[in-house]
Each structure stands twice: as structure tokens, then as C-alpha cells.
């Protein structure tokens, strides 16, 4: 494949990264293209040693989007850096999705748990209000108790969900740098 059709190729597997983001990309392309053709390599010979095109898009794409979550960490960021590391290979879908699913149930189910307690002495008034002549002090009093433990439950959720999307977004770098070549590479 010569420099043109190489860089065609890249430039549409890079369509969902902005234009300036592309623009360099291409540019670093080209000059690998203009320092081999200077040491006497065909583009054939050249695009070749660069790797498949749609590969080291992929590579990129995902480099991009952890970058972008490591700067600004939202949700969307997270999800598209985690889509972007699970399009580098067929074992990622394992060694990310899986884990990825498992601890976000688990935070969610923490998160639940926590606003279900503190919410649980409102649930007793409005039950006691619907249930004429169920109200039990002991129902509001454990209640109380459990809105204090939802609070501690909410705290102790926000710090975990802040480390494990720091420890995630640290693993997708991981992943990524193993992908792209090893770590010594990376």
C-alpha cells in the first residue's frame, strides 16, 4: 500500500477524534513517510512497517479517549475510554468488560443501599400515614439509625467510586500500553 492510500485509510479510522487531534496524527504519518523515502525505503516498504492502518487507529483512538478521561473524569469519558480499550483485541472483552460490569454493579448496589438508608425513616412516616396505627417508635428510632449508616455508606461510596475510577482509568493505560507492544514500548 503506498502513502496515500495508507493515510486515507487512517484518516477514515480516525473520523471520531476531532480534526486537529487527526491533523497531527497525520502529520507524525507523513513524516515517517518523508524520513524512510529519505533512507531509500519504497512507501510500499515504509507503510508496511507501520502496521495495519486500522490497528494503529484503534491504538490511537483509545490512547485519545484515556487520555481525555484521565483529564476530565465523567462518566462518558470512562464508558468511551473502556469502548476504546476493548476494540484493541478479542482477550480485552474479557480482561476489561467483565471486571468493568462486575465492580459497577457493585458500586451501583452501594449507592442504592446508601440512599435506600438514609430514605428509610421517611419510608417509615409515609408508611405509618398509608398504614393507619402501625407507627412503632422502635420503626423510627432503627431507622434513624440506619439514615446515620446510609450517610457513612454514601461517604465511603463516594471515595471508592473516586479510587476505582483512578485505578480503572490506570488499568485501560496498562491494557493499552501491553497492547500497543509490551511495556517496554509504552
Known amino acids: 500500500m503506498n502513502k496515500e492510500q495508507y493515510l486515507h ?14 491533523k497531527d496524527i497525520l502529520w507524525d504519518y507523513e513524516e515517517h513517510f518523508a524520513n524512510g523515502i529519505e533512507e531509500g525505503k519504497s512507501e510500499e516498504r515504509i507503510s508496511a512497517s507501520l502496521g ?3 490497528q494503529n487507529a484503534k491504538e490511537l483512538l483509545a490512547s485519545y479517549h484515556i487520555g481525555k478521561a ?11 475510554a473502556t469502548w476504546a480499550a476493548l476494540g484493541l483485541g478479542f482477550f480485552n472483552i474479557v480482561f476489561i468488560l467483565g471486571p468493568v460490569i462486575g465492580i459497577a454493579g457493585a458500586m451501583a448496589a452501594g449507592w442504592i443501599s446508601g440512599a435506600a438508608f438514609i430514605l428509610s425513616p421517611l419510608m417509615v412516616l409515609v408508611g405509618s400515614a398509608i398504614y393507619r396505627g402501625t407507627f ?3 420503626d423510627l428510632f432503627f431507622s434513624i439509625g440506619l439514615c446515620g449508616a446510609g450517610l457513612f455508606i ?6 471508592a ?11 485501560l493505560k496498562f ?9 517496554n514500548r509504552g
Open 52 to 54: 495495519s492502518p486500522q
Open 136 to 138: 412503632e417508635w422502635y
Open 154 to 159: 454514601l461517604i465511603g461510596m463516594y471515595y
Open 161 to 171: 467510586t473516586y479510587a476505582l475510577v483512578r485505578g480503572l482509568i490506570r488499568y
Open 175 to 183: 491494557n493499552a500500553s501491553v497492547v500497543k507492544g509490551g511495556l
Open 70 to 80: 484521565e483529564k476530565k473524569v465523567t462518566t462518558g469519558n470512562i464508558l468511551r
Open 9 to 22: 485509510q487512517l484518516d477514515m479510522a480516525l473520523k471520531r477524534l476531532p480534526a486537529h487531534e487527526r
